[in-house]
């Protein structure tokens, strides 16, 4: 297995470019299966999660041909099977994404359920509600969910909780549904956005994107496009945070600023100062003193849920008290025990981690369960003394393009390294 052995205390300066949104490629890619022609697909970030979508499509018979800067075609019209094995959803939960639209598209779909999941409970009851009152005949067999529907049909949907996958499930499927579908409640991320503004691209109608009502009026087919997938905002304020933590100065480029403002508002409160251009954010902590923040995760537009690992990082080694509260998924906080053995001092409660922040942290090997834990681990490896190994780093790879190596162009000592423990 592999890991990233970092050597800390090196003052990060320097600029990085970022990559197409996982989030938004992942439903892009699904929303592909309801178009009639070829969609071609710019931007896409060359991630696990990427290659686990597109075998998935493969595996449903769908041809996707990639070409050397990762522009991907897909065409579904070759489609011949109408399954998510659970050997592909175990290993990315965002496989649940294909069922919305193979419904629409084909009348039938049978997903695996995700199960579990390290960050939490994580249940698709809204996913399969909102596909049940458009009509769908929805059952739960053998660990898979069994979707079938002639026509699907307009509804009033009102989702109890905000749900980014879930809103984007029912607006794939209301794109082909006969009449109109009206989503209250609906997640407003940047994401879902990007995934409406492509859909409309291939001929649906979808208004309110960005607002949390969606009016979707039923089309009769969907055509090919050409779409380039907006950049990730997360990977964005990962590398701000890697600036702010080393006391350095780091610009991320190819970036939306509109969507980093609670980000940004968070970077300021710990004592940054932020520059902002048409598409780059600078952070400048040279010389000034990191001060720990509060914050609490919740929908769009507030703080993203992703990038409070990140922050956890960032407290354990400012001055004061930070307060950090995970409103959005309960398990979430795996990261910090990580931490404390390399000498943050936190206090768990159940959705709050309170830290006092230390003037130093100790390398250590550490390891994470999820995505956004592990890097947070990289990056208070970034600040340790000595020599931190972060382990099970497939967790990264499923989210971060080539991670080290972009740190590395900004003046970090990371390697990624053979690691058999
Ligand atoms: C997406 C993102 C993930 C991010 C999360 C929250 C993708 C591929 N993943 O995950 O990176 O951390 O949004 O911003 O875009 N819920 C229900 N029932 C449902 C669905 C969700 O109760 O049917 C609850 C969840 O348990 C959670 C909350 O709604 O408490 C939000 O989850 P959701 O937005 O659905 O997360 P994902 O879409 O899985």
Redesign the pocket.
Known sequence: MEALLINGGKRLEGEVRISGA??AA??ILAATLLADEPVRLRNIPHLN?VTTTIELLGRLGVSVTIDEKMSVEVDSTTITQFEAPYDLVKTM??S??VLGPLLARHGRADVSLPGGCA???????????GLRAMGAEVEIDNGYIRARSEQLKGARLVL?????????NLVMAATLAEGQTVIENA?R?P?VVDLIDCLNQMGARIAGAGTDTLVIEGVERLHGTDYRVLPDR?EAGTYLVAGAITGGIVRVKDVRPEHLESILAKLREAGATVNIGDDWVEVDMRDRALKAVGLRTA??PAF???MQAQFSALNAVAEGTGTITET???NRFMHVLEMQRMGADFQLEVHTAISQGVKKLTGAPVMATD??ASASLVLAGLVAEGETRVQRIYHIDRGYERIEEKLRLIGADIRRINDSQ
């Not at 939490?120 to 809204?126: A, E, F, I, M």
């Not at 109890?160 to 984007?168: A, C, F, K, S």
């Open positions: 996982k989030n992942l439903p999660d939960r965002a649940i994404l960050i939490g409970s994580r249940p698709v009851n809204l996913h399969v509600e109890e909780t905000v749900t980014v996958t879930g809103t984007e997640a991320e994401e997360i929908p769009y993203p849920t992703d959005i998924f309960e995505l956004r």
